[in-house]
């Protein structure tokens, strides 16, 4: 266990001879906002080290500065959260990376494989997952912990070199590099609080909900930031929604409210809730946010879109990529209803080769599914 920046940095600097390395952390998030990072682990071919950050004095800047290494590339399994943490603490994304959770959906293993499966998979090893949920913080870890840990970077070295082959022989290396551009993108982590109301379903019709959904929703993203607790500790979904819907202006009609506990409205984050409903109330007509209308899709919009899962059912499974990688149900609406036009990812790039293109043809009548020989196909209709 590395527990001195000295140390720590020795072993970036061994890792840094890698042209890859492998990349996993153990952190705590229940009780807080930011993830509270409690270890972190890395292989390559020839090393692997434990990190543990929770060490008196330890900097953690060799491990950003390896982190930022153009020359070396990054492999993580499912790795929106570890970046997300990397990106809080050190203020960079991982660049370049390799996720081998969507490698794997790319490679045909079905949607969102977990991480033992893809061992089990790749290598025929089974992993002891017990310790995954353990508490991370306390120290010492036991030998059991830190085995687990290791064994999250250690295995996937093999399966990190098993999906890169796989990929260059079907050539589909540039479909993974575009997710691997949404994964390094800052937006994909960087959300202002402004936008936060971007987390919630709308359930609302008017302009002056959506305002005061708006505004109670950033307030409080900047409440939880600045305390450092979940969203929920600071006022829950279903309280936001009942604000924005009964529009109280004052402690007495928050106090009403059956989301808001006793006392609550007199309570200064009260207060501080009714001065963004207030302020959102204020807005000049023509500053009003307008309200998404949705598209009435067009008569027989529904039966097109089952055909289109069972379109996407066949390609998928020819091609052996899992269908989630090529078009989600939203995509799949989209294309019924508004057809060539739809701005959706599998409108697009390699997706639309693969899918897009035969789902319009379908659209149009120019291909129809048959079953024969007891599976589907496509067949071509005459023009």
Not at 114 to 127: A, E
Not at 228 to 246: G, T
Not at 304 to 324: F, N, W
Not at 364 to 382: H, Y
């Amino acid at each position: 266990m590395i527990e001195t920046t000295a140390d720590l940095a020795a072993a970036c600097k061994e890792l840094a001879k890698s042209d890859f390395i492998t990349i996993d952390t153990e952190f705590l998030r229940e009780t807080t906002f930011w993830p509270e990072l409690c270890l972190i682990q890395m292989a390559s071919p020839t090393v692997e080290v434990l990190v543990d950050p929770l060490a008196k004095d330890i900097d953690l800047a060799p491990f950003f500065e390896l982190m930022a290494n153009p020359n070396v590339l990054k492999v993580f399994h499912a790795a929106r959260q570890d970046i997300e943490i990397i990106f809080n603490r050190g203020n960079l994304i991982p660049h370049p990376i390799f996720d081998t959770q969507v490698a794997a959906m790319v490679c045909g293993f079905g949607d969102s494989v977990s991480y033992d499966q893809l061992i089990s998979r790749t290598k025929n090893v089974h992993i002891d997952k017990s310790s995954r949920f353990t508490d991370w913080s306390r120290r010492p870890l036991s030998d059991k912990q830190l085995e687990y840990a290791l064994a999250d970077v250690t295995h996937l070295r093999d399966a990190y070199l098993y999906l890169k082959t796989e990929l260059e022989r079907e050539g589909r290396a540039s479909w993974l590099r575009e997710e691997m551009d949404i994964l390094e993108s800052r937006e994909t982590y960087d959300i202002h609080p402004d936008d936060a109301w971007q987390r919630l379903k709308l359930r609302l019709r008017k302009p002056q909900e959506l305002a005061i959904l708006k505004y109670v929703a950033a307030w409080r993203e900047r409440e939880a930031r600045s305390r450092n607790v979940p969203r929920s500790r600071v006022l829950k979904d279903d309280a936001i929604y009942e604000i924005a819907q009964q529009q109280p202006k004052d402690a007495e009609a928050l106090g009403r409210l059956r989301t808001i506990p006793k006392g609550w409205e007199r309570s200064a984050t009260g207060a501080a809730v009714l001065e963004a409903v207030n302020t959102a109330l204020a807005l000049p007509r023509s500053e009003m946010p307008h309200v998404p209308r949705q598209a009435q899709p067009p008569e027989g919009a529904a039966a097109a879109v089952e055909l289109l899962k069972v379109l996407l059912k066949l390609i998928s499974e020819k091609h052996g990529v899992a269908p989630k990688v090529i078009a989600n149900s939203d995509d799949l609406d989209r294309i019924a209803a508004e057809g060539e036009t739809a701005e959706v990812a599998a409108m697009h790039g390699w997706r639309r080769d693969l899918f897009g293109e035969p789902a319009l043809q379908l659209i149009r009548g120019e291909i129809a599914l048959r079953f024969a020989g007891r599976k589907v196909e496509t067949v071509a209709l005459p023009a």
